[in-house]
């Protein structure tokens, strides 16, 4: 990171969800020669496709059907900085080749305009699919791959980083003792084993969660296995605890979710330790109907 950060280079974050692929990209922003101008962070996977181009670029009043106000796109509002997007393998192919034009030609057009706008913006991307696979499937554009992704960084799951995941706890948990101003020294011993011995389908994300719980919960100085309610989950020995060796094991992780929950979407990615938005990204890559 330290190495692509001060170029211009375009650069793709690969990794799965919560492993913290925005906290890299604005590190890179920050050691970056654009440090001190502006960094925009947008989340394809939540952007409506019909409203993706004003997002961008932006439009002027009256140019569809709610469009009361010009609006600036997040390609102007990041001119002279980092433009950062996440989950771009969500973009539907139109908005691909809008895109793709924009980093090329370096001009963007707000929708119903006729006046191009000059921009300069460091692109930086992250995605938790299989690009390469998406191009084979011809659902992603193999020229807008390869401008995305002049240097890739990939991100690993954190139960792959076993010696850092003690860490990571007394990170959040300062974090969490700040925000609810909250005076805990650390995990006791049990609390310990099991924030090791857990699998954190959910990565970084899930325990930041959990740790600020446990926090705003523990009655004493220490977090002790009391608070940390989730790391026993229901899921936790057929599911959750399962060690993620494929996307075969983590398919039947997600169904067995669902199964245990009835089939309802909101509390399975509560127990898998995910977001709404990232399972639906996992049903849809591994072609789940429900």
Same mark, same amino acid.
């Given at each position: 990171?330290? =190495? ?8 793709? *974050? ?20 654009? @440090? ?15 409203? @993706? /181009? ?12 709610? @469009? =009361? ?7 102007? @509002? ?23 034009? /924009? ?44 401008? *995305? ?30 925000? =609810? ?34 926090? =705003?919960? /523990? ?72």
């Amino acid at each position: 990171m330290n =190495l692509v950060s001060p170029t211009n280079m375009s650069v793709l *974050i690969n990794g799965a969800s919560g492993t913290g692929k925005e906290y890299v990209a604005q590190r890179i922003h920050k050691l970056s020669r654009r @440090a001190k101008q502006p960094f925009i962070a947008i989340d394809c996977g939540a952007i409506p496709k019909e409203l @993706a /181009a004003s997002e961008f670029f932006g439009h002027v009043k009256g140019s569809f059907t709610g @469009a =009361l106000t010009d609006k600036t796109g997040a390609f102007v @509002a990041a001119n002279g900085g980092t433009i950062f997007l996440d989950e771009i393998g969500n973009l539907s192919y139109e908005v691909q080749i809008q895109l793709l034009r /924009a980093l090329q030609e370096r001009k963007i057009r707000p929708v119903g305009s006729n006046k191009e706008i000059q921009v300069d913006v460091r692109l930086v991307s992250a995605t938790n699919e299989n690009l390469e696979q998406a191009i084979e499937k011809g659902t992603f554009r193999e020229d807008l791959y390869h401008r *995305i992704n002049e240097f890739t960084l990939r991100m690993p799951q954190l139960k792959d980083r076993r010696e850092d995941i003690l860490l990571f706890a007394n990170f959040f948990l300062d974090q969490a003792n700040r925000e =609810l101003d909250k005076h805990l020294i650390g995990f006791d011993e049990k609390a310990s084993k099991a924030l090791l011995e857990y699998q954190w389908p959910g990565n970084l994300r899930q325990m930041k969660n959990i740790v600020r719980r446990a926090t =705003l919960l /523990a009655q004493d100085k220490l977090i002790t296995l009391n608070e940390l309610s989730e790391l026993k989950s229901p899921v936790a020995p057929s599911a959750a605890g399962m060690p993620l060796r494929n996307e075969e094991t983590e398919k039947q992780q997600i169904i067995e979710a669902l199964k245990q929950t009835g089939y309802n979407k909101s509390r399975a990615a509560q127990l898998l330790g995910i977001d709404r938005k990232t399972l639906y990204n996992k049903l849809k890559l591994y072609g789940i109907e429900l």
